[in-house]
């Protein structure tokens, strides 16, 4: 078979390797790829949001499979173009999409259909947005409508903040477009989960939990990133929890969609926040989380190609979906400066040697003469999996240990609030 990727970071890597497992698999191209992944796929140097490159490139090279794994294509309605020129795909179309893609729309679906979230209203309006602040209880978080590289919230611990958050957004362009329009949450406290689902929208599926790092640096400090690390599963995450959530979440989530006449089929994500409420869902992602593809994929025993196809094809009740009963790691190696300004351009140094079960996922990488050099932000992440999640926590460590690059940094406490928990357990 022949495979196209779309996309450019760890998660694109993470799922090339897995589906490079399944024996009928003979070419993988990767659109745009990184030069990390360009050692396991052939990049093909059109970017993810080039819908029509990427679609003509599919009908040109006869592509078996397709699988579009980033946000902004997906929202764009790439599985759309690609589904009319006769290209299977894993992914949802434009309509179902837009379950990350608004999350207005997000807001509005689970108040429609009793989906327990947090409380809030909607602006489109700077003057009613500071109203509404005005009688709010702090801390009061205060998110973009639209898709912001998974940095489109602000958790405002005045008011006098989160005007400046509604202010910024609405009339500074902080995220473009995409902060036209702002939902004001109640700040909801707990323990976070991510959970990914397979669901061809009759049949869901969810994957091993997972925990995400999104702060900067030590102790959950700094600005908010696109991840700094993730562990799986997530030790909060019950199976009384995680049987209360495919009942009052996951399920009546997928069926809310078709209600709406918006079916969605791919990978859907649940940001979930366990209060003492019960389990409520902080936002909706219509694609693979990153960093949690690092290490929800590790642990899955199951085909990922066959399971995708099953999911395109309607078949998903039919198919296997089996995790290992293991744990895994994911350090992310970031250029210093991130999320803001960083400077690019620097020799990766890696291992000779890995040990088994370790993994090194590249985001932020390019080939330049021949050396692989950072190229971005997130440069790559270090996964480890093992038996307990100290062992996938120490082998993390350990990995990262052996990789270099000039302004590198890292968090040093990835798993520390979970292996505290499991150690209180």
């Known amino acids: 078979m022949r495979i196209m990727v779309v996309g450019a970071g760890g998660r694109e890597h993470a799922i090339i390797r897995k589906i490079a497992q399944n024996k009928k698999v003979g070419k993988i191209f990767a659109l745009p790829g990184n030069g990390g992944i360009a050692a396991d796929a052939e990049c093909v140097p059109i970017d993810a ?158 994957m091993v939990s997972s925990m995400d790092h999104k702060r900067a640096l030590d102790g959950d400090r700094g600005l908010n990133t696109g991840g700094m690390g993730t562990i799986a ?29 918006r079916t969605f089929r791919g990978c859907l994500y649940f940001g979930l926040m366990l209060t003492d409420r019960g389990p409520k869902v902080i936002e909706y992602n219509c694609r693979f989380g990153d960093p949690e593809a690092q290490v929800v994929l590790p642990l899955l025993e199951s085909d990922l190609l066959e399971i995708m196809i099953a999911v395109h094809n309607g078949t998903l009740e039919q198919t296997e979906v089996k ?44 080939l330049s003469d021949g050396k692989l050099v950072t190229s971005g932000g997130r440069v790559l992440g270090a996964v480890s999996t093992g038996g307990t999640l100290e062992a996938a926590v120490s082998g993390a460590y350990g990995l990262i240990k052996t990789i270099s690059f000039e302004n590198m940094f890292y968090r040093n406490d990835i798993g520390g609030r979970a292996l505290k928990a499991v150690k209180t357990r």
């Open 49 to 206: 949001a080039d819908i029509g490159g990427i679609t003509a490139f599919a009908v040109k090279e006869r592509v078996d499979f397709a699988v579009v794994a980033p946000d902004d294509p997906l929202v764009a309605g790439a599985v759309d173009e690609l589904s009319a020129a006769g290209i299977p795909c894993f992914g949802p179309d434009k309509k179902a999409a837009i379950i990350e893609g608004s999350k207005i729309f997000a807001k509005d679906l689970m108040k429609k259909y009793g989906i327990p979230t947090a409380g809030y209203a909607t602006f489109d309006s700077v003057d009613a947005a500071d109203a509404y602040i005005d009688n709010a209880d702090a801390p009061i978080v205060v998110k973009a409508d639209g898709l912001a590289l998974g940095k489109g919230v602000i958790i405002a611990q005045t008011r006098e903040e989160a005007k400046k958050a509604v202010h910024d957004m609405m009339e500074g362009g902080l995220f473009g477009g995409s902060g036209k329009r702002v939902v004001i949450e109640e700040y909801l406290e707990g323990p976070e989960v991510s959970v990914l689902a397979f669901t061809d929208g009759k049949t869901i599926k969810p």
């Open 233 to 261: 599963p997530n030790p909060y995450y019950t199976e009384e929890i995680a049987a209360r959530c495919t009942e009052e979440i996951f399920v009546p989530t997928v069926r809310a969609m078709n209600a709406e006449g």
């Open 323 to 366: 995790f290992s009963g293991g744990h895994a790691c994911c350090v992310i190696a970031a250029s210093k400066g991130y999320p803001e300004k960083y400077e690019k351009g620097f020799e990766i140094t890696l291992p000779d040697y890995r040990a088994p079960g370790t993994e090194i996922y590249f985001a932020g990488a390019k």
